[in-house]
C-alpha cells in the first residue's frame, strides 16, 4: 500500500515537471497547445482560390530568393485556407531534403498537430520532384498544384 502510494505520486511530480517543462519550452503556462499558438499566423490571400494559393506560392518562392535560397516556394491548403508554408532552405539550413513542398508539409503538420494531412492540397511554384511528391503520398495530400496556373499534377504517387 505504501508503494503504491509512492509510485502514485512520483508519476504526479513527473506529469507535473513535464506540463511545467512544455509551458517553458512554449513561453506559456498551460502545456502543448501552446506550441502550436506560439507559430506566426499565417496571412491568407486576398484573391479567394487556386489563383490567390499559387500566388502565395510565388511569394514563398520569392521570400527564399530574398534570402539567398533556391527559387522554390510551396504552400498546403485545407478546406480554403492555407494551413502551412514553405520557404527553400537547402542553402540557408543546410538541408539536402528541405525543398519549399517538405517545408509546407512540415509547417502544416506542425499547425494541425497531426501527420496526417488528409483533405489537404499542396500548391508548388514549380512541380513537385519525387522526394517532395512521396512526402506529399505519406502525408495523404489529396491533391498537388504547381505553377503560377496551378496545373493540376493530380494525387500524389509513389514512383
Ligand atoms: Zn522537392
Given at each position: 500500500m505504501a508503494d503504491d502510494l509512492t509510485s502514485g505520486h512520483g508519476a504526479c511530480n513527473r506529469r507535473h515537471v513535464l506540463r511545467r517543462a512544455a509551458g517553458v519550452l512554449a513561453g506559456g503556462?498551460?502545456?502543448?497547445v501552446l506550441a502550436r499558438e506560439a507559430l506566426p499566423d499565417i496571412v491568407q490571400p486576398r484573391r479567394a482560390g487556386a489563383p490567390g494559393f499559387a500566388e502565395r506560392a510565388f511569394e514563398m518562392r520569392r521570400l527564399a530568393v530574398e534570402r539567398g535560397d533556391q527559387a522554390y516556394g510551396a504552400v498546403v491548403v485545407k478546406d480554403g485556407r492555407i494551413v502551412g508554408e514553405g520557404v527553400s532552405a537547402v542553402l540557408t539550413t543546410p538541408?539536402?531534403?528541405?525543398h519549399a513542398e517538405i517545408q509546407a508539409l512540415r509547417d502544416a503538420a506542425k499547425r494541425l498537430g497531426t501527420p496526417d494531412l488528409s483533405g489537404c492540397e499542396l500548391y508548388g511554384s514549380s512541380r513537385a520532384c519525387p522526394m517532395c511528391e512521396a512526402a506529399a503520398y505519406w502525408a495523404r495530400i489529396a491533391r498537388m498544384y504547381h505553377g503560377e496556373a496551378a496545373t493540376d499534377a493530380g494525387a500524389p504517387r509513389l514512383r
Open positions: 503556462a498551460s502545456g502543448f538541408d539536402p531534403t528541405a
